[in-house]
């Protein structure tokens, strides 16, 4: 692979699936070339689905997100790992009693799958960490003695970021912490994650779409989740220059872990004979103005 920041396809494939922040936007900000990107995908009859690790919104507030930024999408085109833990629960334990450590949403779903959400440790059977603004003592000290003192419970995560970015260079922890401190004091190891890198987020976004994965595209801007799940499962990837990862992360793996294609800008994906046909360049992009 090239080591220039732009190693653009020379073809379409037959389905895109997109990271969402740092990926298709940032902050409430479109990045470079998304629009048109999307849009074009989909005037060609390509298949557009986008995935997020963040199980702070549902599928609808992401799509309303996505709306307001001018990429009307349906619901079903989005997963995130609010859908992913619910339905793996609803696959493997649809009688448990769950201790969620999550906001709203993940908690919001769960009950509407029926299942019974529970504060008492001896009554657990599974510890759920995820990205918690209100994660405090007393909910560490629950899920201690569900797994510890009870010896029932066991611990699943929704994802392993260990934080999310904000505009600006900033962030804040994320679900990896959480699980971190709950795996601290219980000697235990979390069983599942269930997001990214996780091929069942793959499952998710491919859904009802007769595409092979070999002929898909993953594209993101985090080494660890995005393009490690497309490597994981022979999936194309593209990095994006706009996030998390840089040029030199890149450099600095062996040849065999690097993604597909690396772009400084989303509309790259597209090969070069299509900005040609359509007339683009990087002057006349909507998302830039």
Excluded at 75 to 100: E, G, I, S
Excluded at 178 to 195: F, W
Excluded at 275 to 284: C, F, H, K, V
Aim: with cysteine.
């Amino acid at each position: 692979m090239s080591h220039d920041p732009i190693t653009n396809p020379t073809e379409l494939h037959d389905a895109y699936v997109f990271d969402m922040d740092g990926t298709i936007y940032l902050g409430d900000h479109l990045l470079p070339g998304a629009t048109r990107m999307v849009q074009e995908l989909r005037r060609r009859g390509i298949p557009v689905r986008f995935l997020s690790n963040n199980p702070t919104k549902d599928p609808e507030q992401y799509v309303h997100k996505l709306d307001a930024l001018g990429l009307p999408t349906d619901v079903a085109d989005v997963a995130n790992t609010v859908v992913t833990t619910t339905r793996w629960l609803q696959a493997h334990h649809p009688d448990a009693k769950v201790f969620c450590i999550s906001e709203e949403p993940l908690k919001k779903a769960l009950r509407g799958a029926g299942f019974t959400l529970t504060e008492d440790p001896a009554e657990i059977d599974i510890v759920i960490a995820s990205y918690d603004r209100t994660f405090d003592y007393r909910k560490l000290q629950i899920a201690f003695d569900a797994i510890w003192f009870h010896k029932r419970a066991f611990l699943i995560q929704t994802n392993p970021d260990r934080y999310c970015p904000f505009p600006g260079g900033r962030g804040e922890p994320d679900c990896a912490a959480i699980t971190a401190a709950i795996e601290a004091c219980t000697g235990v190891s979390c069983r599942v994650s269930l997001g990214k890198p996780s091929a069942v987020m793959l499952t998710e976004a491919l859904a009802g779409l007769d595409v092979e994965v070999e002929n898909c595209v993953m594209v993101g801007d985090r080494l660890q989740t995005d393009i490690q799940m497309a490597l994981d499962t022979n999936m194309r990837s593209a990095l994006v220059l706009t996030g998390e990862a840089t040029m030199a992360d890149v450099e600095a793996l062996d040849q065999d872990k690097r993604p597909t294609y690396v772009l400084d800008r989303i509309d790259r994906l597209l090969p070069q004979q299509v900005w040609d046909e359509l007339g683009w360049t990087e002057d006349n992009d909507p998302d830039t103005h």
